[in-house]
């Protein structure tokens, strides 16, 4: 890749039919201190544009010599044919080529699709451009087969087209000077593809995080804290809490509050696992952490305003 130093601005030539519109806006929000040209082109005199430095790259018509062009294939457009309003071809939704057998059907000189036989009868003399062609169509002469943004390019009031399903097509790609990948052809390409502002592609990406790091960081939040359950013992009651990793346990002796043995958190509400109340003990649960059981002899754990204990139905 070469540096872009050498070209202050960014020159795209673009074929008829084609609308560079919405990359040109966003070129110029990303770029804003690097002027986007355009420049317009016939699709026979694309190739010959790129390749004499008229332009850093294309949004062209396919084939390209691939010996010489890159290209990033962008779409593929349906090809129409082009009547007046009053033909009986517009009675239908779509018609085939074999609808047109009756018909002259003009080929202009700077025809785009590529055929292997002619549609419809040909007309005695060819026009030389697509502009031309259609002024002859709405003379009511003939009919005319286009990429429907053609159709769309030329549309006049009088005109209409149907799509033509069983015509060639015509498909719409990126090209430029293999040998001249500028940074700035790069950043054109991101955009095509709607790469990110932040896409790292042809730049160089920032320093990743050693794995050993990532590993550390990993095994520090699933690693236990080491302390084990105490043994049940007569008046003890031993609970898991539950939003904290690990064996974090409460212990409550009865008929003393619970004591935040791992979890000293406020608000935790520890999972009750087994109890031993002695005699005339009394087991509690709190209204506002419905999960926390406690004696109700003294203060519970929550401390959270409004609540308080009541008897434990199960």
């Known amino acids: 890749m070469t540096g872009s130093e050498a070209s202050p601005t960014f020159r795209l030539a673009y074929v008829?039919?084609?609308?560079?519109?919405?990359?040109?806006r966003i070129w110029s929000e990303r770029l804003p201190d690097v002027p986007l040209t355009l420049v317009d082109v016939s699709a026979a005199e694309a190739s010959d544009v790129l390749r004499g430095g008229g332009a850093d790259a294309g949004v062209v018509r396919l084939p390209v010599d691939r010996t010489v062009f890159s290209a990033i294939p962008l779409y593929t457009e349906s090809t129409v044919v082009v009547v007046p309003k009053d033909h009986l071809v517009t009675a239908a939704d779509e018609v085939s080529v074999a609808d047109l057998a009756d018909d002259i059907v003009f080929h202009p000189l700077d025809d785009v699709l590529e055929w292997e036989q002619l549609p419809g009868r040909?007309?005695?003399?060819?026009?030389?451009?697509?502009?031309?062609?259609?002024?002859?169509?709405?003379?009511?002469?003939?009919?005319?087969?286009?990429?429907?943004?053609?159709?769309?390019?030329?549309?006049?009031?009088?005109?209409?087209?149907?799509?033509?399903?069983?015509?060639?097509?015509?498909?719409?790609?990126?090209?430029?000077?293999?040998?001249?990948?500028?940074?700035?052809?790069?950043?054109?390409?991101?955009?095509?593809?709607?790469?990110?502002?932040?896409?790292?592609?042809?730049?160089?990406?920032?320093?990743?995080?050693p794995k050993s790091k990532r590993r550390e960081a990993a095994d520090a939040r699933r690693k236990p804290t080491g302390l084990r359950p105490q043994a049940p013992r007569q008046g003890v009651g031993v609970t898991r809490c539950v939003a904290a990793a690990g064996p974090s346990w409460l212990v409550a002796q009865f008929p003393a509050p619970l004591k935040a043995k791992a979890c000293g958190s406020t608000h935790h509400q520890p999972r009750r696992t087994r109890?031993?109340?002695?005699?005339?003990?009394?087991?509690?649960?709190?209204?506002?952490?419905?999960?926390?059981?406690?004696?109700?002899?003294?203060?519970?754990?929550c401390t959270r305003p409004g609540s308080y204990a009541r008897p434990a139905t199960g």
């Open 16 to 24: 008829p039919g084609v609308t560079p519109a919405k990359w040109v």
């Open 122 to 209: 040909p007309a005695l003399e060819r026009p030389a451009t697509t502009a031309d062609a259609i002024e002859l169509v709405a003379a009511g002469v003939g009919l005319l087969v286009v990429p429907q943004s053609l159709a769309r390019l030329h549309h006049r009031k009088d005109l209409t087209y149907r799509p033509l399903v069983d015509a060639p097509q015509s498909s719409v790609a990126l090209a430029w000077p293999e040998d001249a990948t500028t940074d700035l052809v790069e950043d054109f390409i991101g955009i095509v593809r709607g790469r990110t502002v932040n896409s790292t592609r042809g730049r160089t990406p920032p320093p990743a995080q």
């Open 275 to 301: 109890s031993f109340p002695p005699a005339g003990g009394v087991v509690g649960r709190c209204v506002v952490c419905p999960s926390l059981r406690f004696c109700l002899g003294g203060p519970g754990p």
